[in-house]
């Protein structure tokens, strides 16, 4: 179906009319779902609003005030979703429709095929000239009508207003025949779990049904409570994993879809992302955008979500000749800097004359967040009382790009620093280093700067910093832990590489595999954590031998099959079926019996679990929502 976005103006209008006019025209013609709010504001009396009839579903609110044209043709919307919420109450607000010094305003609506609205209520009211407001059943509409929901006028707007046709009983949306309101609710059977097409047992209509149906099946729904997948009403979308029985484990779905809206849709519109199993405009903000298999996706973060940032000399930091109080707070969250960092005395100290303060040296923690500088790092000046730069122990890459009289790295008479800590610096991708008269500085001869080089033309230049005899005469050694590869500071959090073990980034002497708060495996002198479904076994027993839930030397939960599991799969979905399991005394899960659809208690179909008001076992409530 054509979908279009909707909008959250609210009452705020174009001061220009024609405009507005034409802004809701270019919205909505030809749209048949609203992925949003429909909202029709300061339209004149004698605007051609004929484009709407195309509209047959909102997902967000209606909302319909200021104007003055005389009838509505929204004559084919079935469903207001309610997703959002007019006044965080109204699914459909309807006022104010009127001219107050002349006779046009709203007479009538034109929502006779509207029979469902699935979340907020009703607000009708100051239409000076609307008729028939009050003879519609809105209960019969308002899947939840509470009475708080439902503000109406309690009679017509204008005297002038005629009586439903005689066929109507006395509720419809306009004065002939043709106008009367369609009951799909308060006329059905009370067997019926939902809606109707008739008065009898036998016209209920399928429970996923909305807004009414033309006959008992799934596919002969209105509208759909939860998702349309190719004409039929679901509880959800094909699932982008599905349960398989023989491995016990959930494997890709070659037939899975996304849902974009309340459709389940196999390829996401080309301006949306994937989300899980859903098609949203951007990611949120705990996940980044990234290509799979030509599909674009939302995935965790592993730490801070990226964020590239401009450096110094660079687009909006193009007039900035150095890091400063003025521009500092640009670097907040930033992971990778596209240009230079460069630090100088008048950044530091504050220059006077361009009226710019000192920096606080504890702003200068934005920068652990930072991991890639496309350019060079130049550090001429630094706080006097920090003693490093762990500030940018996340930085993993210089990329030298942009060089600095040929530098990439260039540290300069800093007397206060005693050692780098570039604990994460993997790569110097282009450029020389320059480390030079720093005379407090220690473990720089530790290292083999070339490790970090990617071209052979590199050049390292380091003196006149503090001799590295008088370094070890006063302790400023690498750690015991570390290898001979070298250190970037004192501690096992500062190695080059291990000596025996990792743990993160710290050296360690062995993993917790017998003892310790949290059990680990070893992975090629790695020390990695058991996963989180095994049960930590006592003292001087091994909790697991390996990565996954089924490497567990014991379950902290249940088992199924191989696998530690959190509880047994409870309508999880296979390939052809929901999957249903129970837990023996020994915690292990197995199959329902198949007649059970609704989850059990053990093997045979008397340990069914029913839905109590139907007397029969179907799909569990979870599954629906």
């Not at 909008?7 to 507005?20: A, F, G, M, P, V």
């Not at 607000?93 to 006779?112: M, P, S, T, V, W």
């Not at 320059?434 to 005379?439: E, F, H, L």
């Not at 208690?601 to 409530?621: A, E, R, V």
Request: negative net charge; hydrophobic residues 30%; contains cysteine.
């Amino acid at each position: 179906q054509s979908v279009c976005a909707g909008t959250e103006n609210k009452l705020s209008s174009l001061s220009d009319l024609e405009q507005q006019y034409r802004a809701l025209r270019k919205y909505y013609e030809n749209c048949e779902v609203v992925m949003g709010n429909l909202e029709i504001t300061s339209i004149e009396h004698n605007r051609d609003l004929s484009f709407l009839r195309s509209v047959r579903e909102v997902t967000g609110y209606v909302l319909v005030a200021l104007n003055q044209f005389r009838y509505l043709p929204l004559e084919n919307l079935r469903i207001i979703r309610g997703t959002k919420l007019y006044e965080d109450r109204y699914a459909l607000a309807i006022f104010l429709n009127y001219r107050k010094d002349g006779n046009f305003g709203l007479q009538e609506l034109g929502l006779k095929n509207l029979t469902e609205i699935l979340n907020g209520g009703v607000y009708v009211d100051q239409n000076k000239f609307l008729c028939y407001a009050d003879t519609i059943h809105w209960q019969d509409i308002v899947r939840n009508p509470w009475p708080s929901n439902l503000t109406l006028v309690s009679t017509n707007g204008s005297s002038g207003c005629g009586r439903c046709h005689k066929s109507c009983t006395g509720r419809c949306w306009g004065p002939t025949e043709n106008h009367c309101q369609t009951l799909t609710r308060t006329v059905c059977a009370e067997q019926c779990d939902g809606r109707c097409y008739g008065p009898y047992v036998s016209d209920c209509c399928h429970r996923e049904c909305a807004g009414g149906c033309s006959g008992p099946k799934d596919t002969d729904c209105f509208a759909c409570m939860n998702f349309n997948d190719s004409g039929a009403c679901v509880t959800q979308c094909p699932q982008t994993f599905v349960y398989n029985p023989t491995t016990f484990q959930l494997e890709h779905n070659f037939n899975a879809k996304y849902t974009y809206g309340a459709f389940c849709v196999k390829k996401c519109p080309h301006n949306f992302v994937v989300d899980s199993s859903s098609c949203v405009r951007a990611c949120p903000s705990s996940k980044m955008e990234v290509e799979e298999n030509g599909i674009k996706m939302c995935k965790p973060c592993t730490d801070i979500c990226p964020k590239a940032c401009d450096g110094i000399g660079t687009g909006s930091l193009m007039s900035a000749q150095t890091v400063d109080s003025s521009n500092i707070d640009k670097f907040i969250n930033c992971t990778k800097i596209n240009g230079n960092l460069i630090f100088l005395v008048t950044g530091i100290h504050g220059d006077p004359y361009n009226a710019i303060e000192a920096i606080d040296p504890e702003k200068l923690n934005v920068f652990r967040t930072v991991r890639e500088i496309t350019g060079f790092l130049n550090i001429q000046s630094w706080p006097p009382n920090m003693t490093d730069f762990s500030v940018f122990s996340n930085l993993v890459t210089i990329g030298g790009r942009v060089l600095y009289s040929g530098l990439s790295l260039l540290i300069l008479k800093q007397q206060g620093i005693t050692s780098l800590q570039f604990q994460s610096l993997k790569e110097i991708s282009a450029g020389n280093i320059y480390i030079t008269d720093n005379s407090n500085l220690c473990y720089y001869h530790t290292i083999n700067w070339t490790t970090l080089f990617s071209t052979i033309n590199q050049r390292i230049v380091i003196r006149d910093n503090r001799k590295a005899e008088n370094c070890t005469a006063e302790g400023m050694v690498c750690n015991h832990l570390c290898s001979s590869d070298g250190c970037w500071g004192p501690g096992p959090d500062q190695c080059l590489s291990c000596r025996r073990f990792s743990r993160g980034r710290i050296c360690i002497e062995s993993c917790n595999l017998y003892d310790g708060e949290f059990r680990e495996f070893e992975n090629d002198s790695i020390c990695v954590e058991c996963d989180p479904q095994c049960e930590k076994m006592e003292d001087g027993l091994l909790t697991c031998h390996g990565p996954g839930p089924d490497n567990c030397t014991k379950c902290s939960h249940f088992k199924d099959g191989p696998n530690c599991v959190e509880k047994c799969p409870d309508g999880l979905q296979g390939a052809n079926s929901f999957i249903f399991k129970y837990a023996d005394p020994d915690r292990e899960c197995h199959p329902c019996h198949p007649n059970c659809t609704q989850g059990c208690n053990g093997p045979t179909s008397h340990d069914c679990i029913y839905y109590p008001w139907t007397g029969h076992s179907t799909l569990p409530q979870h599954a629906r929502t």
